[in-house]
T-cell receptor, first 115, second 113 residues
Framework: GAVVSQHPSRVICKSGTSVKIECRSL??????MFWYRQFPKKSLMLMAT?????????EQGVEKDKFLINHASLTLSTLTVTSAHPEDSSFYIC???????????FGSGTQLSVL | AQSVTQLDSQVPVFEEAPVELRCNYS??????LFWYVQYPNQGLQLLLK??????LVKGINGFEAEFNKSQTSFHLRKPSVHISDTAEYFC???????????FGQGTRLTINP
């Protein structure tokens, strides 16, 4: 079946550095990808919607200059957390869609810890 | 705006007992409903989904859910749980065919021997 690969699965970085997270659709072309953030023991909050070849659409309250999203191809979207701070520590999950809701898949998530 | 409410943050049950995890949504337009399971430090795995057709949906691992439009509910059930079902369960809704999902707060299912 369709697989969405997310890398890295875990990253620890120093405060002030930038971290890039990749989301790849392995056997289908993802017209749209989504980025979610999950706080400990909390639900998933949608951060942004990423469409191939166009600018991402950010949800209210999400800093677009802080969380840079690039969807350069139909199989790859990246989320870059710029100048990371401890409050950015969280679990980030991507999802990818090929066509309609019948083909919506989630990545395995990335645990970001900022020291 | 649409919302999803999972009424129970934690549900402890004994092994081989039945379980129901409750989910209610608020929307005045057509919805598509999902249940996902999340094991510790992992992503989301789709259990089942309702897009159209029969209101009783069967999913993986012996789970099923019933879409009740009049009660705006999509409760998840399993007749006999196993230790391996211990996980966090999320109900999610898509409104009007939108591909982005709105998630409930999650229910922590704990199976005791």
């Amino acid at each position: 079946g369709a697989v969405v690969s997310q890398h890295p699965s875990r990253v620890i970085c120093k405060s002030g550095t930038s971290v890039k997270i990749e989301c790849r659709s392995l056997d289908f072309q993802a017209t749209t990808m989504f980025w979610y953030r999950q706080f400990p023991k909390k639900s998933l909050m949608l951060m942004a919607t990423s469409n191939e070849g166009s600018k991402a659409t950010y949800e209210q309250g999400v800093e677009k200059d802080k969380f840079l999203i690039n969807h350069a191809s139909l199989t790859l979207s990246t989320l870059t957390v710029t100048s990371a701070h401890p409050e950015d520590s969280s679990f980030y999950i991507c999802s990818a869609v090929e066509g309609g809701l019948e083909k919506l898949f989630f990545g395995s998530g990335t645990q970001l810890s900022v020291l | 705006a649409q919302s999803v409410t999972q009424l129970d943050s934690q549900v402890p049950v004994f092994e081989e007992a039945p379980v129901e995890l409750r989910c209610n949504y608020s929307s005045s337009v057509s919805v598509y409903l999902f249940w996902y399971v999340q094991y510790p430090n992992q992503g989301l795995q789709l259990l089942l989904k309702y897009l159209s057709g029969s209101t009783l949906v069967k999913g993986i691992n012996g789970f099923e859910a019933e879409f009740n439009k009049s009660q705006t509910s999509f409760h998840l059930r399993k007749p006999s749980v196993h230790i391996s079902d211990t996980a966090e369960y999320f109900c999610a809704v898509s409104v009007g065919g939108a591909q982005k999902l709105v998630f409930g707060q999650g229910t922590r299912l704990t199976i005791n021997p």
